[in-house]
């Protein structure tokens, strides 16, 4: 099975920062499979990016992903107050799913 | 508004069973398949099982396997797992979720391999 890991594990940052959270695949994933979840606390995920670069509907365009083969990053560009949160990475393969461990974004 | 409410969780003993239902609306149920994904008490997520739209294939973690089983009733808009022999570990909010498309259409890459809305979860806490 294709394990996710994600980095860093906790990032603390300011609003109006850039953050950049990193996934990395133990085997090559197609970009078609990658996607990013964003989940606040007392809340279920949210879809934010699918395809590895493609934004789900209604999501900032603050929101960016890129990558290919086992390297995936998602951006933000500039925080918002709303976006602090935990984020994981997903992908599809052999009709299983699995999803990284997560990382939190905080505010410094 | 597509709305999807879990219901049947609770307290139940280890060895016991337990049987979640998701009840969807606001979109055509009978077209997507159908999700759980779970997540123990301050983890992360984990996806439990899949179950398509019309052939009625399922899949399963290799945790859950032999012990849930996923079904659904598309003339009742509704999902279920039913949970065999539990375990302390089988502890987490179980959420349902819709997938973007049926299996075969992710499968075959014409469309992501996602899940695009969620419900609000149920909590499963097994124990003594």
């Known amino acids: 099975d294709t394990v996710l890991t994600q980095s860093p594990g906790t990032l603390s940052l300011s609003p109006g920062e850039r953050a950049t959270l990193s996934c990395r695949a133990s085997?090559?994933?197609?970009?078609?499979?990658l996607a990013w979840y964003q989940q606040k606390p007392g809340q279920a995920p949210r879809l934010l990016i699918y395809?590895?670069?493609s934004r789900a509907t209604g999501i900032p365009d603050r929101f960016s992903g890129s990558g290919s083969g086992t390297d995936f990053t998602l951006t933000i560009s500039s925080l918002e107050p709303e976006d602090f949160a935990v984020y994981y990475c997903q992908q599809f393969g052999r009709s299983s799913w699995t999803f990284g461990q997560g990382t939190k974004v905080e505010i410094k | 508004e597509v709305q999807l409410l879990e219901s049947g969780g609770g307290l139940v003993q280890p060895g016991g069973s337990l049987r979640l239902s998701c009840a969807a609306s606001?979109?055509?149920?009978?077209?997507?398949?159908m999700t759980w994904v779970r997540q123990a008490p301050g983890k992360g997520l984990e996806w439990v099982s899949v179950i398509s739209a019309t052939d009625g294939s399922t899949y399963y973690a290799d945790s859950v396997k032999g012990r849930f089983t996923i079904s659904r009733d598309n003339s009742k808009n509704t999902l279920s797992l039913q949970m065999n022999s539990l375990r302390a570990e089988d502890t987490a909010v179980y959420y349902c979720?819709?997938?973007?498309?049926?299996?075969?259409?992710?499968?075959?890459?014409?469309?992501?391999?996602?899940?695009?809305?969620w419900g609000q979860g149920a909590l499963v806490t097994v124990s003594s």
């Open positions: 979720a819709k997938a973007w498309g049926d299996i075969v259409l992710m499968v075959y890459g014409v469309g992501p391999a996602v899940f695009d809305y």
């Open positions: 606001g979109f055509t149920f009978s077209t997507y398949a």
């Open positions: 395809g590895a670069s």
């Open positions: 085997q090559s994933v197609s970009s078609s499979y």
